[in-house]
């Protein structure tokens, strides 16, 4: 499938893109700002839990309130939501403009909804309605210490 078709434009069209979808559901979520190899192993992880990964991506005005830093965030949203539609393990990208992702995951209903092993379980956003609803909730651990804002700070500091 081509990038641009993974790229699902709004709430709008999100209900006829799930019917193509094939069960079980991976959801994850977060700003993506600059990829890097530690969103790489942790989007291929999350991917292998199912048969198809949705991510929500923040909106730029979502990243600004997270406070991830100045002039975050670095990519717009559109650049960003092409990469990540780009890796072959993504199947849709659908951007949210709320400060957390839940009203997607309560639409999406996903069989598995997964973060970072920064994120305790009981702290994921959505996990109560993920596991009401029959599904599994995730905290995949860190493989690589990389960090889009220690990225950043490296690249002003140089």
């Given amino acids: 499938m081509s990038t641009a078709n993974k790229i699902i434009d709004g709430m709008s069209s999100l209900d006829a893109y799930l019917t193509t979808l094939t069960r079980p559901l991976v959801f994850t979520n977060g700003c993506f700002d ?3 190899r530690g ?3 942790y989007l291929e992880e999350a ?11 923040n909106s730029d005005d ?8 100045p002039g975050r965030p670095i990519n717009i949203l559109e650049d960003r939501m092409v990469v990540l539609a780009g890796l072959a393990c993504v199947d849709a990208v659908i951007a949210f403009e709320e400060d957390t992702p839940l009203k997607l995951i ?4 996903p069989d598995h909804l997964v973060k970072g092993g920064d994120w305790a379980i009981k702290d994921i956003v959505g996990a ?10 995730h ?7 990389r960090s889009t804002s220690a990225l950043v700070e490296k690249l002003r500091s140089t």
Avoid: C, M, T
Avoid at 49 to 57: D, M
Avoid at 106 to 109: D, L, T
């Fill in 34 to 36: 600059i990829l890097h």
């Fill in 39 to 41: 969103h790489i192993a």
């Fill in 47 to 57: 991917a292998a839990l199912g048969h198809s990964l949705i991510i929500g991506v």
């Fill in 62 to 69: 979502s990243v600004r309130r997270l406070n991830k830093g």
């Fill in 106 to 109: 309560q639409h999406i209903k």
């Fill in 128 to 137: 109560e309605d993920v596991i009401n609803h029959g599904g599994h909730v």
């Fill in 139 to 145: 905290s995949i651990p860190f493989r690589y210490q």
